[in-house]
C-alpha cells in the first residue's frame, strides 16, 4: 500500500521566520491583539497573508484557554431584509475590528427560541460581550448571559435588566405624523386623520410611534381613533392584506398613512398599484425607517432614518466604559424628504 503523508501543519513559529519578525509577534496578530503591542498595519497583513498562504489553522478553543479575554464580541439581530439592520451589521462589524475584537453576528428571525440558541452558543465560544438586537425578550438573553458572568447590552429595543440604546420613537413618530399631516393639507387642501400601518402593537418601538402619532394628530387638531390604526405585523403581506380589509369593511381610501418600516411599506406600495385599477390614487405616506431607492423614486415621501452610527458609538461608549447601570439610551432621529429640503434634518 501507499504510504501517504500528511503535510505537516504549519506553526507560528515557521510563519514567525517566513515575516522576519518574533514567535510572539506572530502570535499577537493571530490573536487580535497587535494594535495593543504596536505592532504595524504592514507587518499584521503580511503575517495574515502569510498564515492564509501556508493554510495555518488557529485553534480557538487552545488559544482561549491560553488567554483571560476571547476578545470576541457577539450580536444578534432579527432580520437582513432592510437597509437598517444591514447597515447596523456592517458598520458593527467595522467598528469591532478596530477595536480588535472578532465580531460574531447571527440572525434569529424575530424567533425568542433561536435567540437563546444563539446567545447560549456564542457563550460557549466564550465571547465577552452579547449585544441583543431588535430581540424579542430581551431580558431572557441578559439573564442567560449574566449567569455566565458575561455582559450584555441591548440596541433597537430595550429592556430592564441591562444598558439599552434605542431610537427616539415616540419624538421620531410625533414629528414624521405632523409633516405627513402637513403634506397632506399642502396636497388635499385640508388635514385628515392619518393611517398607521404596520408593526407589533405589543412591543416598545410600535407603541411609542403609536404614541407619537396620536399625540401629534391632537396637538393638530385631527381626531384619530383605533380604527385608523393597523399593527399587522411588519411583513409586506400583512400590511397589504390590513389595508385590503380596511377598505372592504366600507372605511374610505386613506389620503396619508404612517408606515411602520420598508418592510410594510412594499406592501403599501403594492397596495397602492392594485389600486390603480379603478383611476389614480396616490395618498400621501411617511415612512419611519429609509431606503435611498425609495428616496430617489418618489422625493415627496418623508422618510426617517435612525442614526446607527450614533447609536453604535453609544453602545461601545457603553462597553470601553463597563457601565452597567440598566438606563435607555435615545438617540434622535434623521429625517428625509420635502421637508428636509433634500437632505437630512435631525429632530
Known sequence: MTDVRQPKRPTIYDLAELAGTSASAVSSVLNGNWRKRRISSQLA?????????????????ASLLRREKSHMIGMIVPKYDNRYFGSIVELFED???????????TCTRRDPELEVEAARAM??????CIIATGATDPDRITEICSAAGVRSINLDLPGSRAPSVISDNFGGARELTRRTLRNCERSF???EPLIFVGGRGTDHNTSER???????????????????????GYAA?????????????GAALPRGMFVNSTISLEGVLRWIRERRIDGPFEPVLGCF?????????????????????????????IIESGSTREDVVQVPTLFFGASAQGGAQQV
Open 45 to 61: 497583513e503580511k503575517i495574515t497573508r502569510l498564515a492564509e498562504e501556508q493554510g495555518y489553522a488557529l485553534n480557538m478553543q
Open 95 to 105: 467598528m469591532a475590528r478596530t477595536r480588535g475584537l472578532f465580531p460574531i453576528i
Open 123 to 128: 457563550l460557549s465560544y466564550q465571547v465577552e
Open 189 to 191: 387642501g385640508r388635514m
Open 210 to 232: 403609536v404614541r407619537g402619532f396620536r399625540t401629534a394628530h391632537e396637538e393638530m387638531g385631527v381626531d384619530v381613533d383605533d380604527s385608523h390604526i393597523l399593527t399587522c
Open 237 to 249: 403581506a400583512k400590511a397589504e392584506r390590513a389595508l385590503i380589509n380596511l377598505v372592504e369593511g
Open 289 to 317: 425607517d429609509w431606503d435611498p431607492v425609495v428616496q430617489l423614486l418618489d422625493d415627496k415621501i418623508e422618510m426617517v432614518r435612525q442614526d446607527v452610527p450614533t447609536m453604535l458609538q453609544a453602545i461601545f461608549g
